[in-house]
């Protein structure tokens, strides 16, 4: 049961995170040039790619984070169900087990999602700031500005690689401490069986 709720909930996350994002990339690709001339000639073009590239992708993650945690779910109840019919009580317990992990590990999840967001928002701004440096580099070269844009730069760069790390870091530990939680679980259920 585990095997084919795996298989299908790979496939049904494969197939909804690849026509989601060939989707929503057409729809702004085509929004844009449909869209009047005063809105495309407002539009940074830095900042279009960002959403095409970047910000569709994350939506991409998320879908494929859903599908990876309902089939994970269902593993749950798949592994709970024969829990129960091998050991009511030792299943009970590994219930509540898994309940109390769930909620102490909550906060993780949310301050994981913050920092994605913020991750987001900062190459936004870096791509904007790129985007305006590239429009106007005659006038930076004219008032030598290029100093004052460096530092701009270099400080809105470091923002970007504190909140990746930061993203990328909760996006690992994340998983693997489920997993070892999950284990942990399952240990301690078949020692409750077993004695």
């Known amino acids: 049961g585990r095997a084919v709720v795996q298989l299908l909930g790979a496939f049904q996350g494969?197939?909804?995170?690849?026509?989601y994002e060939a989707a929503k990339r057409r729809e702004l690709f085509d929004s844009f040039l449909d869209a009047d001339w005063?809105?495309?000639?407002?539009e940074k073009g830095g900042h279009l790619n960002l959403l095409m590239v970047e910000n569709v992708s994350r939506g991409t993650t998320a879908l494929r984070?859903?599908?990876?945690?309902?089939?994970?779910?269902c593993n749950f109840l798949i592994l709970l169900g024969s829990a129960f019919l091998i050991d009511t009580i030792a299943a009970?317990?590994?219930a509540a087990v898994a309940l109390i992990l769930f909620l102490a590990t909550r906060p993780l999840s949310k301050a994981a999602r913050r920092l994605s967001l913020e991750k987001t928002q900062f190459n936004?701004?870096?791509?904007?700031?790129?985007?305006q440096s590239v429009r106007i580099a005659r006038e930076i070269r004219v008032f030598n500005a290029a100093a004052r844009l460096k530092?701009?730069?270099?400080?809105?760069?470091?923002?970007?690689?504190?909140?990746?790390?930061?993203a990328q870091l909760s996006h690992g530990v994340l998983p693997a401490l489920y997993q070892n939680a999950a284990g942990l679980i399952v240990v301690g259920g078949l020692a409750v069986v077993f004695y």
């Not at 859903?66 to 994970?72: E, F, L, P, Q």
């Not at 936004?124 to 985007?131: D, I, L, M, P, S």
């Open 14 to 19: 494969a197939r909804l995170a690849t026509t």
């Open 38 to 42: 005063a809105v495309q000639a407002r």
């Open 65 to 73: 984070a859903i599908a990876m945690g309902t089939v994970s779910a």
């Open 92 to 94: 009970l317990c590994l």
């Open 124 to 131: 936004a701004r870096f791509a904007a700031e790129v985007n």
């Open 151 to 166: 530092d701009i730069a270099g400080t809105i760069i470091d923002q970007v690689r504190r909140s990746r790390f930061l």
